[in-house]
Structures are given as C-alpha cells and as structure tokens.
C-alpha cells in the first residue's frame, strides 16, 4: 500500500485498527493472562481517556505542573551559518523534568489513578524512563517499582538517586546480561503477578497494543503545540519535520500534528559507530519484520531471532526495534527513516551548545544533525526539529570521552 492524501483526513482515528494493528503491524502477541490485563487498559483507555474530566485534568496538569506549552525557538544563528534554511526547535527540553517523556508518563499515571490502581511498574535502562515515572507517580501519590539491570544501577548512578528520592523502588535484576532486556522480562513478569493493583507503564510507542497508540496519543501534545506555535510565528507550515527514533514516541508526538499536511518527515536513528551489526540501533533502516516484547515490527535481529545486541552513543536510542507505527509509515512512504552518526551527534551537541545557548541532550543531537544537513540539501524552506530532552544528563559523559571542542 502507498499512501495517498486521503489516507490522512482523521489519520489518528483510523489507526490503529481495533486490535491495534497499523497495517501489518503492531498488535499485541502476549499470554492468554496478560492479554486480559492489555483488555482492562484498552477498554479504560477508551471510556476513561475520552471522559471530559480526564482531558480536562490531564490539560490542567499539562499547563500547572509540566509548564506546557514548550516554546518553539528560531535558530539565527545555526540557520545563518548553513544558508538560508531557518531552522526551528521545538523545546521539549523545557518540560518538567527536562524531556518529552513525562508527556506519556503523566497520562499513563493518571489512566492509573481513574482505574483505581495503586501502583505503577516499569523497567528502565538508561534510568530516564524510570526518573519520568517516578516523577509521576509522587505527583498522583502512587506506589512506583522500577526494574533495573545491576549494570545499567552501576552505570546510572544519578538517575538512580533520583528514582529514590523521588520515592521509587529501584529494584535491581542480576539475570543474563543484567541490562534492560532482562528488566523488561522481570517488569512484565512482575506485572503478571500484580495487574489487579498495578499497572504497567511503557516508556515508547512499543509493546503489545494498546500501549503504543497510548503512548502516542499523550505525546501528540506536541504536534499539536507545535503546529500551531509554527504557524503562528511563520505565517506557515514548515517544509520540513524531523526527529530522532529510538522507540519513537517523541517522534511520533511530533509527527502527529503533522502527517495530514504537505510537509515532509524524517525520522532519524542512531548509525552509531558504523552499519555493522553490533555498532548501532537503526532498525528501522537495516532490520527485518519479527515479533518481539509483544508486538510486530521491524526489528534488529540475530541468527536465532532473538533482539540483537545494539549501540549508541545516545543511550535513549539502543532498542533493537521501532514503534509498529514507524515501520508502518515508512512502509507507505509518509515518512522518511535515514541515519546520523556518533561523530555528527557529537559536532551538533556542540554546535547547538554554542551558536543558541541549548545544550541539547545527545537523544536530541541526532535530530539537530540531521536537520543542519537537511538544510544543506533544500537550500531554501524552513526545518522544524524536535529537542526531545535536555543536555545535562550527558556532559559528564561527554567531556570525559570527546573533551571540550
Ligand atoms: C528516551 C529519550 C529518547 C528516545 O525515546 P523515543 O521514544 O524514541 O522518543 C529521545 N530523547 C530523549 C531526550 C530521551 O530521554
């Protein structure tokens, strides 16, 4: 199927289809057990979420406690030194807690609170899921249990303290690799134990339907911010939207708003230290069609089929799949999936730090990357990109492996 522009009229109405596929993809291939649990949030979702009350509450805590809405900031400087494309950021480095994840977070915990659950769970690798979570959970007085590998708890020592302080429980999982895969294993196994008190909280557009259409509709604040906000400053649609990709949920924030309109999309994944397998998380652009952590998409996969081991130098992009939407929307060609680098992050982490004053998190960097040779290429247009989260989490990291540039 290719996409034509009738497809889009009331595109977030027609997809997903009622068992949650987006075409061929999505869905939700879990146990006869944890399917009811994925029925009792779907048929929430769709009474609760659709209330008035929820919407009106989620709006007030969207505008009160999160300082919605995020600005958009035109790029002089950056735009002056590539040509004469203007470029644009859309700042989800401005949220409450300093990325777009406490978008998905914030509605996930309040579905919580209206279902009369007690606890949120989850797992986290990098810890920024977790923090987002936990920062949630005190907001609505929830009980909150995050599951972490023990070398990701080694390696994330900050975030941790802040899951703890926050009020969460950190609880370390020391199987296999002791990484995020055994801590999704553990959370979901956690879940199927508690899913009359709990429920459980996805950090991405990914698992088993209904989580990634969730997942999208409490991040589609941002498309809707932004075209609006674009518009209003611009007289005009930007050419161009772009985003990074690693389960896609800032990007499929941001696309949403955009996807019924003449302007062109590019998400952007992580190339890493090179297209060999092993050194970097594009699915999207060297994966095939599989089933993994309950859904079906394009994945990253080794010879027994099992998610292949992956990198990145942004630890908020090394999942070894894509939200089932992506792979739909670059499967009929609405959106465009290429590729950025460590070393092109690493000069557009600068570049932004030093032309505007935005220390852009590395996640974000590949998007700021990919816009700046986008710009190259148009020549002319306007680039609009999303600064999914702040810089600070990653300077440590940052002087200590790439020194001052
Ligand atoms: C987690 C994270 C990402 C990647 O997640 P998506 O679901 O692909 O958006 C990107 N940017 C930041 C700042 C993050 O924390």
């Known amino acids: ?30 146990t006869p057990e944890l399917q009811n649990a994925m029925n009792e949030i779907t ?22 406690f999160q300082g919605r809405p995020t600005p ?19 700042r989800e480095d401005l949220n409450h807690s300093g990325a777009h994840k406490l978008n998905h977070c914030m509605g996930e915990a309040l579905l919580a609170k209206y279902m009369g659950k007690k606890k949120v769970i989850a797992e986290t690798g990098a810890g ?16 909150c249990d995050i599951y972490m590998g023990a070398v990701d708890i080694k390696k994330q020592a900050p975030n ?26 553990a959370a979901f196994a956690a879940y199927c134990r508690e899913y009359k008190d709990a429920i459980y909280c996805i950090g991405s557009v990914l698992g088993p339907h209904p989580f990634p259409m969730m997942v999208r509709d409490f991040q589609s604040v941002v498309g809707i911010e932004a075209r609006e906000q674009f518009v209003n400053m611009t007289g005009e649609l930007p050419d161009a939207v772009v985003a990074c990709v690693g389960g896609g949920s800032n990007a499929m924030g941001i696309f949403s708003g955009f996807l019924n309109d003449p302007v062109e999309i590019y998400g952007v994944e992580p190339l890493g230290k090179g297209p060999k397998l092993g050194d970097h998380a594009a699915s999207l652009k060297y994966g095939t069609e599989g089933i993994m952590h309950g859904f079906n998409s394009i994945m990253l996969m080794d010879e027994n089929g099992e998610p292949a081991p992956v990198y990145s130098v942004a630890s908020g992009l090394d999942y070894p799949s894509s939200g089932p939407e992506h792979a739909f929307l670059q499967s009929i ?13 690493i000069d557009a982490f600068f570049e932004l730090s030093r032309l505007e004053g935005i220390i852009p998190a590395i996640e974000s960097s590949h998007a700021v990357a990919y816009g700046i040779k986008l710009a190259q290429k148009m020549g002319k247009g306007s680039v609009l990109m999303c600064l999914s989260g702040r810089g600070d989490k990653d300077m440590d990291y940052i002087i200590e492996n790439y020194g001052i540039r």
Do not use: W
């Open 1 to 30: 199927m290719k996409y034509n522009e009738f497809e889009f009229d009331n595109y977030m109405k027609k997809y997903p289809d009622e068992n949650g596929f987006y075409g061929r993809f999505g869905g939700s291939y879990v």
């Open 43 to 64: 048929q929430a979702y769709f009474t609760i979420c659709k209330s008035s009350k929820f919407i009106s509450e989620l709006r007030r805590i969207r505008k009160d």
């Open 72 to 90: 958009i900031s035109h790029l002089e400087r950056l735009s002056a030194k590539y040509g004469n494309v203007q470029l644009y950021v859309k």
């Open 128 to 143: 920024q899921h977790g923090v987002a979570l936990a920062t949630a959970a005190a907001y609505f007085g929830l009980e």
């Open 160 to 185: 941790v303290a802040r899951m703890k302080i926050l009020g969460a429980r950190v609880i370390e999982v020391t199987e296999g690799l002791q990484t995020l895969k055994e801590a999704v294993d």
């Open 333 to 345: 060609g609405r959106v465009k999936y290429d590729v950025i680098n460590d070393e092109e992050t």
